[in-house]
Structures are given as structure tokens and as C-alpha cells.
């Protein structure tokens, strides 16, 4: 007996003989490695302090490194919050600005660390520089330039003692190696800020330039702006930025924020330059010239946009969220690029556009990330994949705000558990452990909140959810460019075990939380077997990962290309999910999953049909009418339950004592109608 089959749609993710999804694809540059497979190093620089004139080790209570009269390193006590090795030699100058003059000897430092930031803002590390100056010399031009291993300078201001007739610099980082070389710019001018920024402490910004380049109105729009982002995120709650102050008479501190046009100083925004990594900041902003007078409908926004990026690493570093060094090295020299780097730059990214824009939407200076990727995601070789976590992050500024982003930032202060050796993916684990112990301002915690976004982005496509202008806008259907890999449910992925069929596939290589969607055409068999279809079918669908974590998941019934939103089913915090009716409601049904393992755990998804359950009377006239009596037609026992199971469901209360139906069902079987069965069934209806 062979039931005329119709087309099943479902979804698992557990070994059946079925093809393997594929592993989320890495970043579109050959030459960029699979992301998640670097590893977290040491901190150290790899440069031979010891080899230095001048060298020593300095702990938690502070000390100093001098090399006779022209240069010293102080720290002050609780400025390190580990022993450190640091050297100083002398060192050819590098290369001047034109207008720049030397004043002095160059000298080199480094640190044996390639991740020195201090603990505390109010405890500086200060570089002191001998200030030989000539007759006629302004002190108030003087400016220490310093030169990073690959080639990158850098402006740093400071103050002048014409008692000791020295340059003092503070500063909240080291790189690990720098040429330092005190200069005489004849044209760097200061203007401070005019109004206090609110709440913080009323600290003023002090905005240092090259006067002959720039114009005191455009240095004034720069004050304008920066003020605009420290009183926004004052106002919600975020803690002060990690930015070096200086001191004035009468008491007031002022924020440094260096603006310059001269060609080896100019900056792109987009680089962290109020980082945690001492490569990349020395504790201050650095706005590039070129920014100024970009309009909002620039790619990367505004000059606000920019000030409020940087402006948000400081305040990020406040919090001092945990992390782990992914070294990668130039010009010889070791680097630290932070674990948490996906988190910074998203957020960055997305709030200062936010705040420049007056509205919640992608900077669109950068490509989407869709659920490829976890959240999070980070490359110390790819490093411009962290700043598009800023899709997830546009997603919770619609849904909850900057109070929604502090709340975040609190629970990443939590994170416990990295380690030296650590892969990428697990890292970016940790965090999301603590994002969900913590809390983000939402009621059903992070792991829920995830799998709402992956849900309306991939295939609901809300408002809130359609990110970018060319994200899909029809509402229910999967936009499979968004997810990391699709699987349409084949033949091989299917088997029939009694009276119910399973299908099932795998991920071996599933990264956390990235998006993986099976569908299943209902209409073209499936690959489910013969039979099956005519009972009145419901699916279950149950995942996991192993090594063991919950899965969200969530399954729609469709019709026409389109998901009906009563035939959702979600399980956000780990479970299965149920639909019913398949067989006579839905012509495809599509699952979308997201396991939350760590590095290389296999997903295992699988959904499972089977007939309804019977009642007792219509179990006992399944079983009669399976004894297969003289006259009736010999039936497989799995023919035999499907067809009971069918009657059943039209007849749910017929009695069991009613058998004049088995000759009468026996010639119409074959009929892919159903009603047709139910007339050679000869039952009293109880009512």
C-alpha cells in the first residue's frame, strides 16, 4: 500500500548521512584567516628592554627612569597595575613637519608590555623632557612628537618649567617602542572650551592646533561638538571618559583634544585613538582636519560623529571591561588588539552616529554583518570586522537607548573566565556569558533579545529590524544573504522510524550565535516518506550543541512565500519548538537557529512528524482493523496506523465497536482524498 505523499518541510541539525552545513564564511579578503581562530598571547612587546642604557623595573608603588638630564619617565604610585619593565636610550630624531623646529635630544622608550595603560586616570605616567631653549623661543609653542615603530607620529602638549627648564608630558599609555623628540611649533595655539560640559565634574576641553591652518571658527565648531557628545552621554548615565586632564590656575581641568592638519599627525577618525591599546592613543582625541567641514550625508557622518566615536573608547575604558591581548606585530614590534574590540567599535561606531544623526541607523561607511558572525566579533588581522558589529548595536539603540548601552557596559565589566591561548570565538563567548548573567535592560535577558534580533533581521524584517536601507523589506521571509549558511532538507536527511518521520542535519563547526536556516518545501515530497503525509501530522523541533548549551531557535509555517505570523513558534531561551497541522496548513516551513557553543561545536538540530495521538476508541479500532481479516487487503503495519490515524482524525469518536467500515475503507485507500476514505467507514458518531 503506498499513500500518495505530500511535500514536508522541516528542519533538524543532528548526523543522519546528510551534507554538513558549512562553517560561516571568514572575511571576504583572501588573504584574511577564518575569524575565531586566533589565539589570545601574553602581553609582552618582544622588545629587549634589557638591552636599553637606561632600564628598570617598576611595580605598583610607583617609581622613575631617567637617563641622566634629558629625559625620565615618573610613575606614580597605583598608576601600573603590574610590574613593568621600562628603558630609555638616546635615539636619532625622526623626520619634522615643516614649521616644526628640535629642541633638545631625541630619546627612545619602551615598555615590555605591549598593552601599558594605567589603572587610573588621575595617576598619569609622565615623560619628562629636557627644554634647552634659545633666546626668543616661545615655551608655549612647545610640543613632544612622538614616533611609533611603524612609522605613525604623534602630537602629544604638555607643560613647561622654566625653573628646571624641562617639557613634562602626561600620558595614560605607552606604546611599546617610540622615538620621543621635543619640538618648537611657531604656530600650535590653545582654545578652551568656554562653557563647562554638564555633570561631568564640569571639565573643560582644551582644543590644541596649528593656528596657521586652521581657522578659530572651525576650532570653535570642534568645542561646539564635543561638548554636544559629553553632555548626551552625562545625561545617560555614562560614566566619565578615560581622557588624560591637565590642570590651570584657579582650579579647573580641562580635557585634551588635538586637532591638527600637518601631514604626519593627520588622523583618521576611525582609528582608536582614545583605545585602551597604548599603540593607538596617548589618552587624548585626535580629530582629523579634513573632518571639519564633512556634512552629515558623509559616509562617515559629521565631525560629531567622529568626536562622538572617540569620545565613547573613553568612556568604554571607564569600565574597565576585561580582556584578553590578540597580539599581531609591525615594524618588529608587538601589539596588543583587546578582545573586547567588536564590542568598543560597535558601540562606537553606532552611538556616534546616533548622536550625530538624531536617529539610529547604520554608518554607511562600513559593510553589513548580518548573523555571520557572533556579536562581538573581533580580527587582530582583520581589524575593521569589529566596527560592523555596529549592526547589532543600531538594533538595541532602537530598542532601548543609551540607558540600554550603559546597561550593557555594566554587565561587560563582569566578564570572568579569559585566558592566554583562548581563541577568538571563545572569548567572544565570555562576553556574552556575562551579558547574560549581568542583564541588559531587558526583561527576557540577552540570549532572548539575540534571538529576537536575529529573527526580525533574517526574517520578520520590522522596521527596528531592516538595519539597512537594502536589508529586505518584505515581511516574513528569510533573507539567506544575512545568515551564515541555508540547507534545504533533502531525501537523504530523511527517514521514517514507525509512524513517524525525522530528518536531520548538522553544523560541525558552528560559531556562537551566528545564523543558521533550514527550510523544507512541502510541496515537492522533502524527502519524507511515502505515507507519512496523510496523517494529520504535527512537528517538533528540538536542538542542541555539543558540547552542551541551549539553542535558540524558532519555526514558521508558510504559504505562498510568505510565513503566516500565527504559525510562529520560538523557543529564545533554549527548548523545542511545536508546530501542528503541517501537512494541511503550510506549503514550507523554515527554521532559523542559533546555537551557543564556543569554538568548533557541532549544532544539532532535528524536527520529527508524527500523527496525532489517537484516542482510545479509534487506537482500538486501528488495532482491529490491523489484524488484516479474511477479505480485507493486507496492510504494512505503518500503512496500517497512518490510515487509522487519518480515519481517526475525521471520526474522533467513533465507536469502537463499529467494523461494517473495513471493506468499505479497504477500497478506497489509494484515493488521495480524504473524505473518500471516511465513506467507507460505516461509524456511529458519538456526540
Not at 613634562?168 to 620621543?180: E, F, I
Not at 541551549?550 to 505570523?565: F, K, N, P, S
Request: proline share 6%; aromatic share 8%.
Amino acid at each position: 500500500m503506498s499513500l500518495s505523499p505530500r511535500t514536508l518541510a522541516l528542519l533538524s541539525l543532528a548526523a543522519c548521512g546528510a551534507p554538513p552545513l558549512p562553517a560561516p564564511p571568514p572575511p571576504s579578503s583572501p588573504s584574511t584567516p577564518a575569524v575565531g581562530v586566533e589565539t589570545a598571547g601574553t602581553k609582552s612587546s618582544g622588545v629587549d628592554v634589557s638591552a636599553f642604557s637606561v632600564n628598570a623595573v617598576v611595580g605598583t608603588s610607583g617609581g622613575e627612569v631617567a637617563l641622566a638630564t634629558s629625559a625620565a619617565i615618573q610613575v606614580p604610585a597605583g598608576s601600573v597595575s603590574a610590574a613593568v619593565t621600562l628603558g630609555i636610550r638616546p635615539a636619532t630624531a625622526p623626520a619634522l613637519d615643516a614649521g616644526r623646529v628640535l629642541v633638545g635630544d631625541a630619546v627612545e622608550i619602551a615598555a615590555s608590555s605591549n598593552d601599558l595603560t594605567v589603572a587610573n586616570a588621575d595617576a598619569p605616567l609622565t615623560l619628562r623632557f629636557a627644554a634647552p631653549l634659545a633666546a626668543g623661543q616661545d615655551s608655549a609653542k612647545l610640543q613632544v612628537v612622538a614616533k611609533l615603530a611603524d612609522g605613525a607620529l604623534y602630537p602629544l602638549d604638555g607643560s613647561y618649567d622654566g625653573t628646571a627648564k624641562t617639557f613634562s608630558v602626561q600620558t595614560l599609555g605607552l606604546p611599546p617602542l617610540a622615538t620621543y623628540a621635543l619640538t618648537l611649533l611657531p604656530s600650535l595655539t590653545t582654545e578652551d572650551e568656554p562653557a563647562p560640559a554638564r555633570d561631568w565634574t564640569r571639565v573643560n576641553f582644551s582644543v590644541d592646533f596649528d593656528g596657521n591652518k586652521i581657522s578659530i571658527d572651525q576650532v570653535k565648531t570642534l568645542i561646539t561638538h564635543a561638548r554636544t557628545a559629553a553632555q548626551t552621554y552625562s545625561a545617560a548615565g555614562l560614566k566619565e571618559p578615560f581622557l588624560y586632564k591637565s590642570a590651570a590656575m584657579g582650579g579647573v581641568t580641562r580635557w585634551h583634544v588635538h586637532l591638527v592638519a600637518d601631514e604626519g599627525s593627520h588622523f583618521d577618525p576611525n582609528i582608536d585613538t582614545a583605545s585602551p591599546d597604548a599603540a593607538r592613543h596617548f589618552g587624548r582625541l585626535y580629530v582629523a582636519t579634513g573632518r571639519l567641514a564633512a556634512p552629515k550625508s558623509d559616509k562617515l557622518g559629521s565631525v560629531l560623529s567622529s568626536i562622538a566615536h572617540e569620545m565613547f573608547h573613553s568612556v568604554f575604558h571607564s569600565y574597565k571591561v576585561p580582556s584578553l591581548c590578540f597580539n599581531y606585530t609591525k615594524a618588529g614590534v608587538t601589539y596588543c588588539y583587546q578582545s573586547y574590540a567588536g564590542w568598543n567599535e560597535g558601540m562606537a561606531t553606532a552611538v556616534g552616529y546616533f548622536i550625530d544623526q538624531g536617529r539610529a541607523d547604520p554608518r554607511p561607511s562600513e559593510e553589513k554583518l548580518g548573523l555571520k558572525y557572533p556579536p562581538g566579533v573581533f580580527s587582530s588581522t582583520a581589524k575593521g570586522l569589529a566596527y560592523r558589529n555596529q549592526d547589532f548595536m543600531v538594533y538595541v539603540l532602537r530598542k532601548g537607548g543609551l540607558a540600554m548601552i550603559r546597561k550593557m557596559l555594566d554587565s561587560l565589566a563582569l566578564t570572568s573566565g579569559l585566558a592566554d591561548g583562548m581563541s577568538g570565538y571563545d572569548a567572544a563567548v565570555r562576553y556574552h556569558e556575562a551579558l547574560a548573567t549581568g542583564g541588559i535592560g531587558q526583561a527576557d535577558g540577552f540570549y532572548a533579545f539575540y534571538g529576537t534580533y536575529a529573527l526580525d533581521r533574517a526574517y520578520m524584517h520590522t522596521a527596528d529590524g531592516r538595519i539597512w536601507p537594502t536589508d529586505a523589506a518584505t515581511a516574513m521571509t528569510l533573507d539567506p544573504t544575512l545568515v551564515a549558511a541555508t540547507h534545504d532538507v533533502v531525501s537523504a536527511d530523511c527517514k521514517t522510524v514507525g509512524d513517524r518521520a525525522e530528518c536531520k542535519v548538522s553544523v560541525a563547526n558552528a560559531c556562537p550565535l551566528c545564523g543558521y536556516a533550514i527550510t523544507v518545501d512541502m510541496d515537492k515530497g522533502g524527502g519524507v516518506p511515502a505515507g507519512v503525509a496523510k496523517a494529520p501530522l504535527g512537528g517538533k523541533i528540538t536542538s542542541k550543541s555539543v558540547p552542551a548549551h541551549d539553542v535558540t531557535l524558532a519555526a514558521i509555517g508558510e504559504t505562498g512565500g510568505h510565513g503566516v505570523e500565527a504559525a510562529l513558534a520560538t523557543s529564545l531561551a533554549g527548548g523545542p519548538v511545536v508546530l501542528s497541522d503541517l501537512w494541511s496548513t503550510y506549503s514550507d516551513v523554515t527554521v532559523l537557529a542559533l546555537g551557543r557553543g564556543a569554538k568548533s561545536f557541532a549544532l544539532e538540530t532535528e524536527l520529527a512528524f508524527a500523527p496525532a495521538d489517537l484516542s482510545p476508541a479509534c487506537q482500538s479500532y486501528a488495532d482491529w482493523m490491523c489484524q488484516c481479516g479474511p477479505g480485507n487487503r493486507v496492510f504494512t503495519e505503518l500503512e496500517c496506523v497512518l490510515a487509522a490515524g487519518q480515519i481517526c482524525a475525521n471520526a474522533p469518536n467513533c465507536d469502537e465497536a463499529c467494523s461494517a467500515g473495513a471493506l468499505g475503507y479497504s477500497n478506497a485507500h489509494d484515493d488521495p482524498d480524504p473524505t473518500v476514505w471516511n465513506e467507507g467507514l460505516q461509524c456511529v458518531h458519538k456526540k
